[in-house]
Structures are given as structure tokens and as C-alpha cells.
């Protein structure tokens, strides 16, 4: 019988190298694919705008949005206000994974404690965040501890939600392997339930993170001196369409940058997740 023929250690060498080019091709395939609506879009509202089909005070053209752009990126007002929306989302984000993650993990560990909880918490995830705006800014004042708080409210039950339902939906039969394993509760916590619940976390993470951007802007509109929202008020009582679509291409733009970032970090961080969705059982977690 022929002996089998296995890889040269020349192959192998070469081996992790192709599979990065081979990603690389494919992500940059996937951005060419996924960039052909938008591109087309922004032509043809250049060529409509030209021809005089819209109305240029109400949809101004992308190229004037675009100059817009250019004009407060020269002068700071660009960086300024972004720069103040970005502080008081990582502020707020910070603090309701502080508070979401250990509530999550302690909820979904302890089923006796989530029945006298879940009622209350149901009852507050049923208010949008926007609704609190108002009483906030009563409570804490128009200033930054009232948008902060919009924004720990706004992200703190996506990340719980999904922390809780990462731990409660542990395989079963994991626990068990573990358990003949001999593993302590602080091994079955590390090498079971966080390894298994991470990319359910990772899932609420990204999205406390898009509805602390919309609560963000949302509270910059209704009182702010400087930020993403209050720009785009400006536009509003300046009477300035392009401010304020530039404004809107703004908050799409950073909501992209912020998603793509945590996507790379779920990756880096949560590699085995599609053996996670697929149901197949890790060796390494009971190793």
C-alpha cells in the first residue's frame, strides 16, 4: 500500500500566510460588493441634482455635502464635535458593560434569583431610552451626567439580554463533561460558560454600542453645546440642509468604524464561535 502523502514543511510555512491573503482578497471583495448601492445612489443624486429633477435647498447634492465636510474639518468644528460625542458614548458604553455584564452572568448562573428580577427589568426594557430623556435631564441637569446616563440606559440591556442568554443556553451536556472532569465552579465558569456565552456577549456588546449612538444623538439634539446632535441642530436653526445631512453621514460613518472595530475584536477574541453556532462541542473546553 502507498504511504500517504503529506504536506512538505516548505507547504506548511507557507500555509497561514495564503490563508491571510486569501481573507484579505475576500473581505476586499465583500467591501467592493457592499459599496455598489451606495455608490450608485451618490451618482445618481449628483446627476438628478444637476439636471435640476431636485430641489436643491431641501436635497442639496452630494458634492456640496461633501464641500461641507471639507469646510468644518478645516476649521476643528469636525473634530470638536465628534470628539465630544465619541468621549460621552465611551463613557456611557463603559459604564453599562460594567454594570450589565456581571448582572448578566449573575442572572443567567442563578435561575432562583432571575424569577424575582425578570419582571422588573422586562418592565424597563419596554422604555426606550429616548422616553427618559426629559427626567433625566431633570434629574442630573443638560449637562454630560444627563447624556451619559441616556446612553447607559440605552446600551445596558442588549449587553445584558444577550450576557444571560449566552449563559442560560449553555449546552447542557457540557456541564455535565465538566462535572465528571472534576472541574471546580470557578473552572466551570471560565472553561465553560465564557467561553461558550462569549459570542452571545459579543453580539450584545455591538449592539448596546448602536443604541448608545442613537440615544447619544438623540439627547445632543434636545440640549448640547457641542457634538454630533447639536451640529446637526445647528443646521436646522441655521438653515442649512447640507449641515445637516453631513451631520447624518456622519453618525452612519462612525456607527460603521465602531461596528467594523468590534467585529475584528470578536474575532480575535472569539474565534471558535462558528463551532459555537454550528453546535459542535470544542475539545479544548473540557481539555
Not at 452630494?62 to 461641507?68: A, T
Not at 444627563?146 to 444577550?162: G, M, Q
Not at 440640549?223 to 449641515?243: C, H, N, V
Request: charged residues 15%; proline residues 7%.
Amino acid at each position: 500500500m502507498k504511504a500517504p502523502a503529506y504536506p512538505k514543511r516548505e507547504e506548511l510555512s507557507t500555509l497561514p500566510g495564503g490563508i491571510a491573503q486569501f481573507a484579505l482578497k475576500l473581505s476586499f471583495k465583500k467591501l467592493l460588493q457592499g459599496s455598489v448601492l451606495p455608490l450608485l445612489v451618490i451618482v445618481l443624486w449628483e446627476i438628478f441634482s444637476s439636471l435640476g429633477w431636485l430641489n436643491l435647498y431641501l436635497i442639496p447634492p452630494p458634492s456640496q455635502i461633501g464641500d461641507r465636510l471639507w469646510v468644518i474639518t478645516e476649521n476643528g468644528e469636525l473634530l470638536k464635535h465628534l470628539g465630544a460625542s465619541l468621549y460621552r458614548v465611551a463613557c456611557g458604553f463603559s459604564l453599562a458593560l460594567c454594570m450589565a455584564l456581571p448582572l448578566g452572568f449573575l442572572l443567567g448562573l442563578t435561575p432562583g434569583v432571575r424569577v424575582f428580577l425578570s419582571p422588573t427589568l422586562s418592565f424597563f426594557q419596554q422604555i426606550p431610552g429616548i422616553a427618559w430623556i426629559p427626567m433625566f435631564i431633570l434629574w442630573l441637569g443638560i449637562d454630560e451626567a444627563s447624556k451619559i446616563a441616556i446612553i447607559v440606559y440605552s446600551a445596558f440591556f442588549p449587553i445584558f439580554l444577550n450576557t444571560l442568554h449566552g449563559i442560560a443556553s449553555t449546552d447542557p451536556k457540557l456541564k455535565e463533561v465538566a462535572y465528571t472532569y472534576g472541574l471546580s465552579r470557578w473552572g466551570l465558569i471560565t472553561r465553560v460558560y465564557l467561553p461558550s456565552s462569549a459570542p452571545s456577549v459579543f453580539v450584545g456588546m455591538r449592539l448596546g454600542l448602536s443604541f448608545s449612538w442613537r440615544s447619544l444623538v438623540a439627547a445632543e439634539l434636545l440640549g448640547a453645546s457641542k457634538g454630533i446632535g447639536y451640529l446637526i441642530q445647528e443646521g436646522r436653526e441655521m438653515a442649512q440642509p447640507d449641515l445637516m445631512l453631513a451631520g447624518v453621514l456622519l453618525i452612519g460613518l462612525t456607527g460603521l468604524c465602531l461596528d467594523f472595530v468590534f467585529r475584528q475584536l470578536e474575532k480575535r477574541f472569539v474565534p471558535w464561535q462558528k463551532e459555537v453556532e454550528t453546535h459542535e462541542v470544542p475539545t479544548w473546553q473540557i481539555s
